[in-house]
């Protein structure tokens, strides 16, 4: 029995973020009947767009054994590069336009940093952090930018996908979906497919699981770093418009440790820091929603808001240390097939 409880315990640990998620809907459920009605479990979807498509440009980086602690910067001055623009008059697709070379522009920075300079992605990373959001702070001058309601209207509209017939009276109506909820399950989807379905995805787990193996087998990692931190920085712009569209405004705190939430999201989700495992659907997109969860479901309690820190860092421990558990307990499990192929004989 004692060889046999790795096998046991290992489907839990990749079962934990659902696990998690069911706990703290009923556990919130209990406590407030608010927390499950239909507008709040759908208010908490709205709110979790954001972190979810920034954790999803994050998956993809820690798929390759990387990290990317610059998203919330690039959140940060791309958002205040669009909002300069807009006061000034500029039209709001041509500011979203910007928003998105930004991210991307940051992304090869990082790119650069760590595939053709050989610095360590957690340095390249943290440089171009605290580059952001000195940028940012000098394009806001520190203060806070109300923005045009041309940017809320991101945030708040709602698109008709599938005619329905009401159930009382006979008229035709519509169900409609949150801008920001398509967004998500788009690039979602989208991520998923790249990642299950091509054989760029099936790379990049390759170069996670090992480099030089990946090497040997005619990959080239330099491309596939590259052009995972170049996805990392259009999905933290795309984030930063969400977040901005939901704000309507740019404060300088915008962004701010949004990769720690990012991370904890992907690492909920199954996704390894170590590299090589994890997926976007449901994994991310349930982390990052558990996230939100927890920060919505104290809000409906009345919770201390000085507990909102000390329950988000909770969350991020419990990530790492699930990750590790389910590392620690896949290693062994690899040295046991490894020792059974070798003897013949299970060991």
Same mark, same amino acid.
């Given at each position: 029995?004692?060889?046999?409880?790795?096998?046991?315990?290992?489907?839990?640990?990749?079962?934990?973020?659902?696990?998690?998620?069911?706990?703290?809907?009923?556990?919130?459920?209990?406590?407030?009947?608010?927390?499950?009605?239909?507008?709040?479990?759908?208010?908490?979807?709205?709110?979790?767009?954001?972190?979810?498509?920034?954790?999803?440009?994050?998956?993809?980086?820690?798929?390759?054994?990387?990290?990317?602690?610059?998203?919330?910067?690039?959140?940060?001055?791309?958002?205040?590069?669009?909002?300069?623009?807009?006061?000034?008059?500029?039209?709001?697709?041509?500011?979203?336009?910007?928003?998105?070379?930004?991210?991307?522009?940051?992304?090869?920075?990082?790119?650069?940093?760590?595939?053709?300079?050989?610095?360590?992605?957690?340095?390249?990373?943290?440089?171009?952090?605290?580059?952001?959001?000195?940028?940012?702070?000098?394009?806001?001058?520190?203060?806070?930018?109300?923005?045009?309601?041309?940017?809320?209207?991101?945030?708040?509209?709602?698109?008709?996908?599938?005619?329905?017939?009401?159930?009382?009276?006979?008229?035709?109506?519509?169900?409609?979906?949150?801008?920001?909820?398509?967004?998500?399950?788009?690039?979602?989807?989208?991520?998923?497919?790249?990642?299950?379905?091509?054989?760029?995805?099936?790379?990049?787990?390759?170069?996670?699981?090992?480099?030089?193996?990946?090497?040997?087998?005619?990959?080239?990692?330099?491309?596939?770093?590259?052009?995972?931190? @170049?996805?990392?920085? +259009?999905? =933290?712009? $795309? !984030? %930063?418009?969400?977040?901005?569209?939901?704000? &309507?405004? *740019?404060? #300088?705190?915008?962004?701010?440790?949004?990769? @720690?939430?990012?991370? +904890?999201? =992907?690492? $909920? !989700? %199954?996704?390894?820091?170590?590299?090589?495992? &994890?997926? *976007?659907? #449901?994994?991310?997109?349930?982390?990052?929603?558990?996230?939100?969860?927890?920060?919505?479901? $104290?809000?409906?309690?009345?919770?201390?808001?000085?507990?909102?820190?000390?329950?988000?860092?909770?969350?991020?421990?419990?990530?790492?240390?699930?990750?590790?558990?389910?590392?620690?307990?896949?290693?062994?499990?690899?040295?046991?097939?490894?020792?059974?192929?070798?003897?013949?004989?299970?060991?």
């Amino acid at each position: 029995m004692k060889g046999h409880w790795p096998n046991a315990l290992l489907p839990a640990l990749n079962h934990a973020s659902l696990m998690l998620f069911v706990s703290v809907l009923l556990g919130f459920g209990l406590l407030s009947p608010r927390f499950l009605t239909p507008d709040n479990l759908l208010n908490i979807l709205i709110q979790a767009s954001s972190t979810a498509i920034v954790a999803i440009g994050m998956t993809f980086v820690l798929l390759t054994a990387g990290v990317d602690l610059s998203v919330g910067a690039i959140m940060f001055v791309s958002a205040a590069a669009a909002g300069k623009m807009t006061l000034a008059g500029v039209a709001l697709p041509w500011a979203l336009v910007v928003m998105m070379l930004i991210g991307l522009g940051c992304g090869a920075v990082n790119a650069l940093l760590i595939t053709r300079l050989g610095v360590m992605a957690f340095i390249a990373t943290l440089g171009t952090l605290y580059l952001g959001r000195g940028l940012g702070l000098f394009i806001t001058e520190t203060r806070a930018m109300n923005l045009p309601e041309a940017f809320l209207w991101i945030g708040v509209a709602r698109v008709p996908i599938l005619p329905l017939r009401a159930l009382a009276g006979g008229s035709t109506g519509w169900l409609e979906v949150p801008l920001p909820v398509l967004i998500l399950a788009a690039v979602a989807l989208l991520a998923h497919v790249i990642l299950t379905r091509t054989p760029f995805g099936r790379q990049i787990y390759a170069v996670g699981n090992d480099l030089e193996v990946a090497r040997k087998a005619g990959i080239n990692p330099r491309r596939i770093l590259a052009s995972v931190y @170049f996805i990392s920085g +259009a999905c =933290a712009a $795309l !984030g %930063g418009i969400l977040s901005l569209a939901q704000l &309507g405004a *740019v404060s #300088p705190t915008f962004g701010n440790q949004r990769e @720690f939430a990012a991370i +904890a999201a =992907a690492v $909920l !989700g %199954g996704t390894s820091l170590f590299g090589g495992r &994890g997926q *976007v659907w #449901p994994g991310t997109v349930l982390g990052a929603i558990l996230i939100q969860s927890v920060e919505n479901g $104290l809000v409906i309690v009345n919770a201390d808001p000085y507990l909102y820190p000390l329950v988000t860092s909770a969350i991020i421990f419990l990530a790492v240390l699930i990750d590790s558990l389910r590392s620690g307990l896949l290693e062994r499990l690899r040295r046991r097939k490894i020792r059974v192929e070798e003897n013949g004989s299970p060991a």
